[in-house]
């Protein structure tokens, strides 16, 4: 157990609406991720961060922003969301870009845009 | 880019048997590394085991092992005297050590365990 968590657990909302997706750390870890996991794709990176305030894009982040003010809260933003974001969403969290960057996964949460 | 391939969609084994799951990559990169991830109904993602493309030697971790092939970018898991918890979809990831931020993963194989 690395100490991640997630919140919501699940969510469902309408098209249009934003929403806000909460990763949570215990552990004072550097590097935070945002993955979704969706049928015949596997993961797939949206954005993840390498310190407060400090993100960047990953494969998948159109629709999606974050936002990192403090160390243990990573923070997934749609700002208006639409029913192809309806999927699972993981957080993950690491050591640091070295070699055992091991990457650690909260429990995922998810999101059904209606 | 990097890509990851798992054409197996689902497999299936007995209880007490052995099964293999394959993995197949592509990169133009000579150091990497290569993940196997577990992910049973709970959902959650669980490393079963690593494998630094430096090191010639396959990993194990108690009853999985993989077979490292490099030249044929192959990485694929065995699993040993299969029990009911190891039914789960598998995911294989790589991640480059120039870019330590990205995993990317293989779209799973799901495996199903008969008593």
């Known amino acids: 157990d690395a100490g991640i968590t997630q919140s919501p657990r699940h969510k469902v909302t309408e098209t249009g609406t934003p929403v806000t997706l909460r990763c949570h750390q215990t552990?004072?870890?550097?590097?935070m991720y945002w993955y979704r996991q969706d049928p015949g794709h596997g993961l797939r990176l949206i954005h993840y961060?390498?310190?407060?305030?400090?993100?960047d894009k990953g494969e998948v982040s159109d629709g999606y922003s974050v936002s990192r003010s403090k160390t243990e809260d990573f923070l997934l933003t749609l700002e208006s969301a639409t029913s192809s974001q309806t999927s699972v969403y993981f957080c993950?969290?690491?050591?640091?870009?070295?070699?055992?960057?091991?990457?650690?996964f909260g429990p995922g949460t998810r999101l059904t845009v209606l | 880019a990097q890509t990851v391939t798992q054409s197996q969609p689902e497999m299936s084994v007995q209880e007490a048997e052995t099964v293999t799951l394959s993995c197949t990559y592509d990169?133009?990169?000579?150091?990497?590394?290569l993940f196997w991830y577990k992910q049973p109904p709970s959902r959650q993602m669980i490393l079963v085991i690593r494998?630094?493309?430096?090191?010639?030697q396959n990993a194990t971790e108690n009853r999985f092992s993989v077979n490292f092939q490099k030249a044929a970018k192959s990485f694929s898991l065995k699993i040993s005297d299969s029990q009911l918890g190891d039914a789960a979809m598998y995911f294989c990831?790589?991640?480059?050590?120039?870019?330590?931020?990205?995993?990317?993963f293989g779209t799973g194989t799901r495996l199903q365990v008969f008593p």
């Open positions: 993950a969290i690491s050591l640091g870009s070295g070699s055992n960057n091991e990457q650690f």
């Open positions: 552990e004072n870890h550097r590097y």
């Open positions: 961060s390498y310190g407060v305030k400090d993100t």
């Open positions: 990169t133009s990169e000579s150091d990497y590394y």
């Open positions: 494998q630094e493309a430096y090191k010639q």
């Open positions: 990831a790589y991640r480059s050590i120039y870019n330590t931020d990205k995993l990317i």
